[in-house]
Structures are given as C-alpha cells and as structure tokens.
T-cell receptor
Framework: KAGVTQTPRYLIKTRGQQVTLSCSPI?????VSWYQQTPGQGLQFLFE???????NKGNFPGRFSGRQFSNSRSEMNVSTLELGDSALYLC????????????FGQGTRLTVV | GENVEQHPSTLSVQEGDSAVIKCTYS??????FPWYKQELGKRPQLIID?????GEKKDQRIAVTLNKTAKHFSLHITETQPEDSAVYFC?????????????FGSGTQLTVLP
C-alpha cells in the first residue's frame, strides 16, 4: 500500500510569486490536512479537506488556500509569497476528518528568496 | 499550539536509560492522543497512540500513559538507543468552532548519548 506522496520535494521561489503543492493520500483515505513546519513555530495547522470540502481552517492569511479533488488528492496554493513563508509543508492523510489517526508525507521544502 | 503544552523541550539521556516526555492539554473532550517521532530531514512518523478509554499502552520499548482527569499524557522510552535520537511530538484533537483538528505540541529534542 503506497504511503502519502507529496510533490515536489523542494521548491525555490521569489518573493511575490505563487506556488502550488500537491499531496496524494493513502489509498482509501479521504481526509487531507496541511501543516506548516518551521523551527520557531513547530507544526502549525493550515486546513483540512474531506470529500472535497474544507472542514477546518487554521489561523493563516487568505494567501494560503487549498482544494481537494474527487480522487482525494489535494493541492495547496500560496500566493504573493513572502520570505516568512519559507518552511516545510507537510500533508497528513486520514480515514476520517476531525483529528484522527494521521500519516504524514515527506513534505515539500519551500524556500522563498 | 497554545492548547497543548509539551515538556521538556530538550532531553539528553545516556544509552540504556529511560526517557519521559509529558504533554498537557486543555480540551476535556479530546479522546485520541498520538505521539510522533521525526528524525532529521524526515517526515513525522506515528509511533504510538492511545484512546481515552485506556490508561496505558505499550509497544516494546515505548509506552504511553494517559491521565484524563489531570489532562496529561506521557511518552516513556525504556532502554534508550542512539537511534531513538529524534524530535518527538505529541498531538491532541482540539475543538475549533464546530470542527476538531490535530494540534501538536512544540516538540522534544531527545538525544541519546552513547
């Protein structure tokens, strides 16, 4: 059974650009959550999608958005990138939504220069 | 997150000794308590979890204990080995409006000294 797959693994972008990250959950899992991990702030919750609907959203600006497709794959988008957006972005796959057993992908390391 | 406090932030132990990491939480409705291990440059991996109807769970050298009344749970690692060196995170499903989300502690850097 394949694990959680995130692409790309690494990204370097310039301030002001936008970026799209992708996450494919474990087969049969319908929930995808996104987290931002930085040395200073730890793992911060961005949002959670289940059955193509956003079920919960963390305390991030509107520049951070996401969506989920009918095959449960999810994308997150960050527009107008800022230097402070440099982080490891992790997605987590779960059978159900709302804080249940979650399995992480390898993450996408985003560097904004 | 501010609803989950994890201590200590760093922990060094000699190989073969035990390590204990503690998390406290505020949401009395929380009913699931996982622990994750993240090695340098790798993803967080679920290593053990416990549900609120159980007080203790063991898996070889690791165990988790839960005190629902006091709202805290702990990770215990016995006979530590150098490969146990990593950052450990606790997590708790915390209510946010009508939804719940897994909220993570700030992490504990465990170093096992040979």
């Amino acid at each position: 059974k394949a694990g959680v797959t995130q692409t790309p693994r690494y990204l370097i972008k310039t301030r002001g650009q936008q970026v799209t990250l992708s996450c494919s959950p474990i087969s049969g899992h319908r929930s995808v959550s996104w987290y931002q991990q930085t040395p200073g702030q730890g793992l911060q919750f961005l949002f959670e999608y289940f059955s193509e609907t956003q079920r919960n959203k963390g305390n991030f600006p509107g520049r951070f958005s996401g969506r989920q497709f009918s095959n449960s794959r999810s994308e997150m988008n960050v527009s107008t990138l800022e230097l402070g957006d440099s982080a490891l972005y992790l997605c987590a796959s779960s059978l159900q939504w709302g804080g249940t057993e979650a399995f992480f992908g390898q993450g996408t390391r985003l560097t904004v220069v | 997150g501010e609803n989950v406090e994890q201590h200590p932030s760093t922990l060094s132990v000699q190989e073969g000794d035990s390590a204990v990491i503690k998390c406290t939480y505020s949401d009395s409705a929380s009913n699931y308590f996982p622990w994750y291990k993240q090695e340098l440059g790798k993803r967080p991996q679920l290593i053990i979890d416990i549900r609120s109807n159980v007080g203790e769970k063991k898996d070889q050298r690791i165990a988790v204990t839960l005190n629902k009344t006091a709202k805290h749970f702990s990770l215990h690692i016995t006979e530590t080995q150098p490969e146990d060196s990593a950052v450990y995170f606790c997590a708790v499903p915390i209510s946010s409006g009508s939804a719940r989300q897994l909220t993570f502690g700030s992490g504990t850097q465990l170093t096992v000294l040979p």
